[in-house]
């Protein structure tokens, strides 16, 4: 148990500042949803959509290269220069040419009379993309004390200045009586509305990329071109994996408003965005998993029970997801008044997403094969299997069936990628995992929330009563059949 308990302590490390970050991000959701419609909300959505495809273009695999080089190569710092010289270059290339090109840029993308947008995100991503090198670097050396405190201060000042200009300052700016409004209208537009969301997300970037200056100072700015070349052949196959990856996670956002009536458009992603955010507890494990496990997977390849430590990983993952699962929506009763009352009709989405995250979670421990075994292009063929299934749901199902089509397509695609690469990778990197156990906590979560739905009443109070007694039952059913493998 000594390696994974060290994966734990690394994934609670790593995951802390994400966990307490989304956590608090998540307690800003109620402040849009019941200060914006559901058609502004919409915007900010499919804003961080398209933002999410371009920053796993403009990182083109380097961090997952890095780690794989910093393996393989006997002169690490020569990979570190490398790789940071090179995301360098394409971040001031990308911040030059979308900022010039800010204006048309904003008429595509309907936001037409905000082309300052573009010129905000444009740095936004251009920072967040050279900062993941340092990122990287700080997790490969294990430094994982350091990249919890920068993440931590990231997201503190991010959501700091999310309060102070939607909140704080809207709230004084409407109230004349107030003695902070002199000062309030010397930095408050409230023109700029939704702006201020992107312009606390600009600031905290910019901050961030200082405060990693040391790993960014030591830098010898050169890049080997030998190198270079052979970090990009590993890294761009992970690249097309990101980017098909992205279109299964987000592809949803940018779709739905081009594929619905304009009239509703804005609003439904609105919604969809907004009810998306409810199922943020499984996408912050998976996230913090994935900072500590990639690392880990690469250190631990060579040990002689590797396999039987990835199959141990990945029953304990299922068990943390389905109790997830089970918490979130066994009090859904109260968790649904974290969105506004016009958001709410969405809330049919959340378990089929949450499933849907799940089977992403399986699918990235099932990752290993073809990354330890240097066959990246096993992944991107995977992902573009998952990315070519959601593009022909999404694009057959929303103008049917709305953002229901969409979060069902969402679920197929994980689920079949899930599939294939189970039985793909047991050709390449067989492992043993524990499937009887796996299944039958995924079924058991499953059944329990259908119970929990077939009889419900009409009393809150008695329902919440009965389904966290339903999720204790689970938790006593894992704590009987895994007792011996989980002594501290």
Known sequence: ????????????????????????????????????????????????????????????????????FSQTEI?????????????????????????????????????????????????ILGCDAFSAIPFAKLREQGKAKRFAIIKSLNISINIGLNLFFIWFCKTVYDSPQSSFKPFVELVYNPAIGIGYIFISNLLASVITLL???????????????????????????????????????????????????????????????????????????????????????????????????????????????????????????????FVGEKFRVGLDVVPILLIANLFLGIFINQSIWYKLTGQTSYGALLTIFGATITILLNIYWIPRIGYMGSAWATLICYASMMVASYFWGNKHYPVNYDLKRILGYLGL????????????????RFNLFLNNLMLLGFMFVVWKLEKNNIKL
């Open 1 to 68: 148990m000594k390696p994974l308990k060290k994966l734990a302590s690394q994934t609670a490390i790593y995951g802390l500042p994400t966990i307490v970050g989304r956590l608090l991000n998540y307690f800003l959701t109620p402040l849009y949803t019941y200060l914006f419609s559901p058609a502004e909300f919409g915007d900010v959505t499919t804003a961080y959509a398209f933002v999410s495809f371009l920053m796993v273009f403009l990182t083109y695999g380097m961090e997952t290269t890095l780690f794989r």
């Open 75 to 123: 002169e690490k710092e020569k990979v570190y220069s490398t790789a940071v010289t090179s995301l360098f270059i394409s971040s001031i290339t990308f911040i030059f040419l979308t900022s010039f090109f800010s204006k048309p840029i904003s008429e595509t993308l309907k936001f037409s009379g905000h082309p300052e947008y573009i010129i905000w995100f444009a740095f």
């Open 211 to 337: 405060l990693l200056s040391p790993e960014i100072i030591s830098v010898k700015w050169k890049i080997d071109s030998a190198l270079w070349k052979r970090m990009m052949l590993y890294g761009l196959p992970l690249l097309v994996a990101g980017l098909a990856g992205m279109a299964n996670e987000t592809l949803d956002r940018v779709l739905i408003p081009l594929l619905l009536p304009e009239e509703i458009a804005k609003s439904q992603n609105g919604i969809y965005g907004a009810c998306y955010k409810i199922a943020i507890l499984m996408t912050i494990f998976i996230q913090a998993f994935r900072f500590a496990a990639e690392p880990f997977f690469f250190s631990h390849a060579k040990e002689k029970d590797a396999k039987k430590t990835y199959a141990d990983i990945m029953k304990f993952f299922v068990i943390i997801c389905s109790l997830i699962f089970l918490g979130t929506m066994m009090n859904m009763q109260w968790i649904q008044y």
């Open 445 to 460: 979560s499953l059944a329990l929330h259908c119970i929990s739905v077939f009889i419900k009443t009409d009393s809150i």
